[in-house]
């Protein structure tokens, strides 16, 4: 009877269910969980150290890494567990759960030092050396040296990548502590060419025609008013320069508005397309970035070029 309450105790914390069901159905590092359940790490491997000690959880070494897993549960406690699980599958934290659980298998996949272990399931795809943004900085050395603005640019992580093949980056954010961070990322990495301004996106501290390429990359479903954001990021862009935005394919994860502070649940394909025309934007292209069965999550890419003098007298002219 002792040894029951314990386990029951045990069980009765939200956090640790949520737990042992994303291990039920992945196995995970303390890391990896760390950004499913949103918790401290210091938490995950409390939670990590109680489940493993009743014997819930079982601990498997790999390429230096600790990873873990569900144990296998037979009898009436597993039985219990498992229609538990089938039951709170649209509970809004279970969702939230399974949509970080997408976000971080999607991160895995594209991440090399995971590529090719245990869980690949095809051993064609193991290419030593392949990595994304390896491909990415070997096509940004075909691009001429553009002055590149980063909208929205958060801790800078894009800025920096920009900031290798751009003469120079203007990376605007309205959080002063966040661009402090990324001004010490910058300095980490030797990076100079960028300058960083505090700023709304829809009232850039920038002047008129003043870059080559604006970017937006997940920044736009966090404006407070999307439209008049595209209007800026097209008023900074020079004539014959171009816009280029990276959002999400409207979706239902609701949980995204608290725990990351989006504004709108992504945006249409057409609705996008019109954010972009109507900032006086041509030749408009809306495409699909990446996508992966089973995550709620679609990133759109999406560009526009900015009018030039001989544009609009073209077009005054045809509309004569």
């Given at each position: 009877?002792?040894?029951?309450?314990?386990?029951f105790r045990?069980?009765?914390?939200?956090?640790?269910l949520?737990?042992?069901?994303?291990?039920?159905?992945?196995?995970?590092?303390?890391?990896e969980?760390?950004?499913?359940?949103?918790?401290?790490?210091?938490?995950?491997?409390?939670?990590?150290?109680?489940?493993k000690?009743?014997?819930?959880?079982?601990?498997?070494?790999?390429?230096g890494?600790?990873f873990?897993?569900a144990?296998?549960?037979?009898?009436?406690?597993?039985?219990?567990?498992?229609?538990?699980?089938e039951?709170?599958?649209?509970?809004?934290?279970?969702?939230?759960?399974a949509?970080?659980?997408?976000?971080?298998?999607?991160?895995?996949?594209?991440?090399?030092?995971?590529?090719?272990?245990?869980?690949?399931?095809d051993?064609?795809?193991?290419?030593?050396?392949?990595?994304?943004?390896?491909?990415?900085?070997?096509?940004a050395?075909?691009?001429?040296?553009?002055?590149?603005?980063?909208?929205?640019?958060?801790?800078?992580?894009?800025?920096?990548?920009a900031a290798?093949?751009?003469?120079?980056?203007?990376?605007?954010d309205?959080?002063?502590?966040?661009?402090?961070?990324?001004?010490?990322l910058?300095?980490?990495?030797r990076?100079?060419?960028?300058?960083?301004?505090?700023?709304?996106?829809?009232?850039?501290?920038?002047?008129?025609?003043?870059?080559?390429?604006?970017?937006?990359?997940?920044?736009l479903?966090?404006a407070?008013?999307?439209?008049r954001?595209m209007?800026?990021?097209?008023?900074?862009?020079?004539?014959?320069?171009?816009v280029?935005?990276?959002?999400?394919?409207?979706?239902?994860?609701?949980?995204?508005?608290?725990?990351?502070g989006?504004?709108?649940?992504?945006?249409?394909?057409?609705?996008l397309?019109?954010?972009?025309?109507?900032?006086?934007?041509?030749?408009?292209?809306?495409?699909?970035?990446?996508?992966?069965a089973?995550?709620?999550?679609?990133?759109l890419?999406?560009s526009?070029?900015?009018?030039?003098?001989?544009d609009?007298?073209?077009?005054?002219?045809?509309?004569?």
């Amino acid at each position: 009877m002792r040894q029951a309450s314990a386990l029951f105790r045990l069980l009765g914390d939200e956090a640790r269910l949520r737990l042992l069901r994303v291990l039920a159905e992945q196995r995970l590092n303390v890391t990896e969980l760390t950004g499913v359940l949103g918790l401290a790490q210091s938490g995950v491997s409390r939670h990590l150290g109680l489940l493993k000690d009743a014997g819930l959880v079982l601990e498997e070494r790999d390429g230096g890494f600790s990873f873990y897993r569900a144990a296998d549960l037979n009898g009436p406690l597993g039985d219990v567990l498992r229609r538990q699980f089938e039951e709170s599958a649209n509970d809004p934290a279970v969702r939230a759960d399974a949509a970080r659980l997408q976000e971080v298998l999607r991160l895995r996949k594209e991440n090399f030092d995971a590529h090719g272990g245990p869980d690949t399931r095809d051993a064609r795809q193991l290419v030593p050396g392949r990595s994304w943004a390896a491909w990415s900085r070997a096509l940004a050395l075909l691009m001429p040296r553009l002055k590149v603005a980063d909208l929205g640019c958060g801790e800078g992580y894009l800025t920096i990548e920009a900031a290798r093949w751009a003469s120079s980056v203007i990376a605007v954010d309205r959080s002063e502590v966040v661009l402090k961070r990324a001004r010490s990322l910058a300095r980490r990495r030797r990076v100079s060419n960028v300058i960083w301004k505090k700023g709304e996106l829809e009232k850039l501290p920038m002047k008129d025609g003043s870059v080559d390429v604006a970017m937006l990359s997940q920044a736009l479903h966090h404006a407070h008013d999307p439209e008049r954001a595209m209007r800026e990021a097209a008023r900074v862009t020079k004539p014959g320069g171009r816009v280029l935005v990276l959002d999400l394919r409207s979706h239902d994860e609701q949980w995204v508005r608290a725990k990351l502070g989006d504004r709108r649940l992504g945006f249409d394909d057409d609705e996008l397309r019109r954010l972009l025309a109507g900032a006086g934007l041509d030749d408009v292209k809306v495409g699909v970035g990446a996508r992966k069965a089973g995550d709620p999550f679609t990133v759109l890419i999406a560009s526009g070029a900015k009018r030039t003098p001989s544009d609009e007298v073209r077009r005054d002219t045809r509309s004569h």
